[in-house]
């Protein structure tokens, strides 16, 4: 009796929440598949035309698409590295007898970026890369050094952003990986310190594996957040210059404010796929690393 009660009791606190998934998540899902397959002037009307998968075929078979695609894969692939490392290495420094003095104020630097506004934070970012009076080129002109083209530049656009994105997300990952390094057991790694284990060494074979769940977490994490990756072009680069930072995102995004329902949301669609595809292969190589 007792159980049941308690079973009771759980799924009445979870039917909320799991009411709100299925209204604002999975509903959504479904409307943005239905308007995939129908014809953009309808799409939006009580009867809309049905076109079965010609939106995805059009998708498919648009350049721009494939070269966004590409800029998008490409991008996540810099970001979740350069992310997802940089935070380990600030976490291990963070959690090592080196930094002794000042490690909370450490750890605010990092994490505030975390819970600025995405747009304020953005916006910054942009007047730093600015050409006629960033203070990035500024700084870089009174070193005598050469010129950052930012987010001026095709060529280094795509940097640019990812700089931006690392300031914001960076102190996310690092929160995780200190949470776990809390729980490691610290007497493996003086173990293998007697037992006359270098510094690479107990990095490697001691705290390494005990991290792989944090890693796992985080990468997975990264992996779906950057293969979104949306506000930070809408507010710095507008998926220019050139279409270099036109990630798939924000390409559907223009597509639906031009009225091309179907395509947009079939491409969506397609990029959902990805996220979907790419998170899972992740998360099972994390789960065949476990075993």
């Known amino acids: 009796m007792g159980r049941l009660r308690a079973d009771g009791i759980f799924y009445l606190l979870a039917l909320p929440f799991a ?28 009867a809309p035309v049905y076109v079965g998968l010609s939106n995805y075929a059009a998708v498919l078979a648009d350049p721009v698409f494939t070269a966004s695609l590409v800029s998008t894969l490409v991008y996540t692939a810099l970001a979740v590295v350069l992310n997802v490392g940089l935070a380990l290495a600030y976490a291990l420094l963070l959690d090592s007898p080196y930094v002794s003095r000042g490690r909370a104020f450490f750890k605010l630097a990092v994490f505030l970026p975390v819970v600025t506004p995405d747009v304020a934070g953005y916006v ?116 220019g210059p050139a279409d270099a930072t036109n990630f798939v995102s924000y390409y559907a995004y223009q597509l639906f404010d031009q009225a091309q329902y179907g395509r947009a949301t079939a491409m969506a669609t397609i990029l959902f796929a990805i996220v979907l595809a790419i998170s899972l292969a992740a998360y099972r190589t994390a789960e065949r690393g476990r075993a």
């Not at 009411?19 to 009580?46: C, D, E, H, N, Y």
């Open 124 to 239: 910054v970012w942009r007047w730093l890369y600015d050409q006629s009076f960033g203070a990035i080129n500024a700084a870089l002109k009174l070193l005598g050094l050469p010129l950052f083209g930012g987010i001026a530049d095709p060529g280094t656009a795509m940097l640019a952003v990812l700089l931006a994105e690392l300031w914001h997300h960076a102190g996310f990952y690092v929160v995780i990986f200190l949470a776990n390094l809390a729980v490691c057991e610290k007497a493996l790694s003086e173990a293998a310190s007697i037992d006359g284990a270098g510094p690479l060494q107990r990095l490697r074979f001691v705290i390494l594996p005990q991290l792989r769940p944090a890693i796992a977490i985080n990468v997975i994490y990264a992996l779906i957040q950057f293969l979104k990756t949306f506000s930070v072009v809408v507010v710095m680069t507008k998926g």
């Open 19 to 46: 009411a709100l998934t299925i209204v604002f998540g999975l509903w959504p899902i479904v409307l943005s598949l239905q308007v995939s397959l129908t014809a953009s002037a309808t799409a939006l009307k009580a």
